[in-house]
C-alpha cells in the first residue's frame, strides 16, 4: 500500500524540486516547512481542511447512493411513465454543473423555499443532487449487466419486485457496480473542493485563506496538491482491495 501511495508522491515532490532549481522563482518553503513553529502552524491549519473534504465527500455520495437507487429502479420498470421520470431526472441533473448547483441550493433556495442551509449543507445536497444522477446510471447499467435467467428465476420464486432486487438481483450487480463506483467516489472527493466558493472551510479553502495571508501561492498551493493527491490514492487503493475482495 505505501509503496503504490509513496511512489507518485515522490515523483511530484522531485518534479517540484527540480522546476524550483531552473527558473528565477524565489521559492519560501519555509511558510509550510515542519521545521519552523510557522510552518507547522500553517500545515495544521491546512491539514484540518481535510476532515471538511472527506465530510462533504462521504456525505455526498451516501446520499447521492440512495437517490441514485431509488431513482435507478423506475427506470427498470416496464411503465412508460416511470421509465420517463427516470430520464427526465437523469438528464436534467447530469447536465447541471456542480458549482451552479452549489450557488443555487445556497443562495437560491432561502428565496425559493425560505428554507436557509449552512454552507456545509448546501455543499453536501448539491453535490449529492449532481451525483445522484450518474448512481442512478451505475445503478441501471449494473441491473442491466445481470442474466434475464436471473430475473426468471426470482419470479417463480414467487418474490415481488423489491423483494427480487433485495435478496437477488442487487447482490449480484453491486460487484459490478464497485468500479465504477469508486470512480464516482474520487470524483466526488475532487469536487468538493468547490464548496470553497460558499465558505465551506475544506482543503481549498484553508488554501486560499493561507495564501492571502502568506503571499506564497505557488509553495501552498502545491502542498495542496499533494494533500488531494494522498486522498485520491489512499481511496483508490482501497476501491481496488474492496473490488479483489467482492470478486
Known amino acids: 500500500m505505501l509503496s503504490s501511495i509513496l511512489r507518485p508522491l515522490c515523483l511530484v515532490v522531485i518534479a517540484l524540486a527540480l522546476s524550483g532549481c531552473s527558473s528565477d522563482y524565489q ?45 435507478a429502479l423506475p427506470g427498470l420498470s416496464s ?41 456545509f449543507a448546501a455543499a453536501v445536497i448539491a453535490l449529492a443532487i449532481c451525483e445522484s444522477a450518474f448512481h442512478a446510471e451505475i445503478f441501471r447499467g449494473g441491473v442491466n449487466a445481470i442474466g434475464k435467467g436471473q430475473f426468471e428465476a426470482a419470479e417463480a420464486l414467487g418474490l415481488n419486485y423489491f423483494q427480487k432486487m433485495y435478496c437477488v438481483i442487487l447482490p449480484q450487480a453491486i460487484r459490478k457496480m464497485i468500479p465504477p463506483l469508486a470512480n464516482q467516489f474520487v470524483y466526488m472527493l475532487k469536487m468538493s473542493s468547490l464548496a470553497s466558493v460558499i465558505g465551506v472551510q475544506e482543503l481549498t479553502r484553508r488554501a486560499n485563506e493561507l495564501q492571502i ?17 494522498v486522498l485520491v490514492l489512499l481511496f483508490s487503493w482501497l476501491a481496488r482491495k474492496l473490488e479483489r475482495k467482492a470478486a
Request: aromatic content about 14%; cysteine-free; charged content about 10%.
Open 213 to 229: 495571508s502568506e503571499y506564497r501561492a505557488m509553495e501552498i498551493y502545491s502542498i495542496l496538491v499533494l494533500e488531494y493527491l
Open 79 to 119: 411503465h412508460k411513465p416511470l421509465r420517463a421520470f427516470n430520464r427526465v431526472y437523469v438528464e436534467t441533473f447530469r447536465s447541471i454543473p456542480v458549482l451552479v448547483m452549489i450557488l443555487w441550493i445556497y443562495y437560491g433556495l432561502p428565496i425559493v423555499s425560505g428554507i436557509e442551509l449552512s454552507a
Open 27 to 71: 521559492w519560501g518553503w519555509y511558510v509550510v516547512s515542519p521545521v519552523t513553529e510557522s510552518g507547522r502552524i500553517n500545515l495544521q491549519f491546512l491539514a484540518t481542511g481535510a476532515l471538511y473534504t472527506l465530510g462533504i465527500s462521504l456525505l455526498a455520495f451516501t446520499l447521492a447512493m440512495l437517490a441514485g437507487l431509488i431513482i
